[in-house]
């Protein structure tokens, strides 16, 4: 493979992490315009007439006069995702990305615009953001998943950010993909714009603080038991460590105990996702 890979908003100097979030802003190099302060693949497979990304107009924007279409293209016959970060691109094995914006926040959640349209269902795109500290290691991941069909008409994304340690973060970046890693399919695309950081004033609801839903416990065997006070059914969602989804189950009111022995030993991140919900819930859990 070529490449793989209420809320209220504060101050520009905590979402400095994100120049240029709406895509308004182009380069023009030869005959391509690239995204000020995004790198991408164009420059590698430009001299190839092949472009990953291109700059959305008309119906394809959400906002403003762009937005970022990413597109996967076949090159000499690998296959290359569209990507665009605000990180290097290492186009050489093992790929990945190096550097990114000095930032020393910690946002709750990222979200944003899509429009996507995988070419089948092994295929889905996905917006990722990290956070890292002095050392290069992991202060903060998310990886949120487009879905494996067509969705056609603007529609939000938001997903919670994970937290894996107390570090203060000094570097940031983004990174957009038109594939997933593992089964990219040519032609599959996505289109995103107004993408954003959110921050909670009141912080993350972790399982031990109180909230409308909580579990009971951080460290589980096979058993989860969670107290839904909403009065309502909500939606249960669990991450691996890898951004992956592993596991997801509706939630009624009350006390309820959920059976998770089909997940490995390790370390998860959960979420509970409900309309009307006005304070985010979600955290981390330990499968013993």
Not at 171 to 189: A, D, E, F, K
Request: aromatic share 12%; proline share 6%.
């Amino acid at each position: 493979m070529f490449f793989i890979l209420g809320i209220s908003k504060l101050s520009d100097a905590q979402n400095a992490a994100t120049p240029n979030p709406g895509f308004e802003n182009w380069t023009q190099v030869g005959n391509y315009f690239d995204p000020n302060n995004w790198d991408n693949l164009n420059s590698n497979t430009g001299i190839l007439g092949v472009f990953t990304c291109t700059r959305a107009t008309g119906a394809d924007v959400h906002s403003g006069t762009y937005a970022i279409k990413l597109i996967t293209k076949s090159v000499f016959g690998v296959t290359a995702n569209g990507i665009a970060s605000t990180a290097e691109l290492i186009t050489t094995p093992p790929y990945g990305v190096t550097g990114g914006i000095a930032y020393t926040q910690r946002p709750d959640s990222i979200v944003g615009w899509y429009k996507c349209n995988p070419v089948s269902a092994a295929d889905s795109g996905f917006v990722q953001f990290v956070l890292l500290d002095g050392a290069n290691d992991t202060v903060g991941f998310v990886r949120q998943y487009m879905p494996n069909t067509p969705v056609t008409s603007y529609t939000r994304f938001s997903a919670p950010i994970a937290y894996l340690s107390f570090s203060t973060p000094v570097l940031s970046y983004w990174i957009l993909s038109s594939s997933n890693p593992v089964t990219p399919q040519v032609s599959s695309s996505i289109i995103i714009d107004d993408i954003d950081l959110i921050f909670n004033p009141s912080g993350i609801n972790e399982a031990n603080a109180p909230a409308p839903i909580q579990i009971l416990s951080n460290l589980i065997n096979d058993e989860m038991e969670i107290l839904n006070r909403t009065g309502k059914q909500a939606q249960l969602v669990i991450f691996d460590s890898a951004g992956r989804l592993a596991f997801d189950k509706d939630v009624n009111p009350g006390n309820e105990k959920i059976n998770l022995q089909q997940l490995n030993s390790g370390i998860y991140f959960y979420k509970f996702e409900q309309a009307g919900l006005t304070v985010p819930v979600y955290g981390k859990l330990i499968k013993l």
